[in-house]
């Protein structure tokens, strides 16, 4: 039984490779050519994505981009109302954060994400933070990917849920706490390593099997 989810996985797989590969190739560029406003505008993405769908942090970063960095709330809100679930909160998030990184690091978001030598204080860094409104390790290992910084998982509701319908989790539940996302991520990886895809990839590919689409 095993043998054969893992072949319908990998034929899956050689479907979407390529298309996989060109997503991840995007995400690597984001750093290699973006600027902090680039980079900012990742971190919102991810805000809107939560407790909402990819589409509609898309949707939401689209009609605010051009009036990101300097908008109150109130303004970010009235343009994100009929287009998000929650305008008020998350242009509170975004004004909240943005003024954090202004006032503590001269937005010099760059700057600021190669300081970290390891990994996990990157990720650390932007979930634990009660300044970063709206992000947690979910939304934190979505913002580095989405950046190009690989090696998380994005243990979302898709992911979750494939990963305890192969067995390789007990619970259905995305983790609430550091200490269980890491344990879960480890056991993402291990599967990644037993099926033969690279956990990046990997979570592209259960990504859009339950969704039907390679987005971000």
Known sequence: MKEKIYEDLMQSYVRKKHLIKARLNEFREVWERGDDIRIFEELVFCVFTAGASARMGLRSLECIRDILMEASSEELASRLRHVHRFPNARAGYIVTTREYFRREFGFRLRELISSFGDPLERRDFFALNKNIKGIGYKEASH????IGFFGYAILDKHIVRSLY???VIESPRPPGTRKRYLEVERRFKEFALEVG?????????LWS????????
């Open 209 to 216: 099997e339950k969704t039907g689409e390679i987005l971000k």
């Open 165 to 167: 319908e192969f067995g």
């Open 197 to 205: 895809i690279s956990p990046d990839e990997l979570d592209l590919l």
């Open 143 to 146: 913002f580095l990917r989405n």
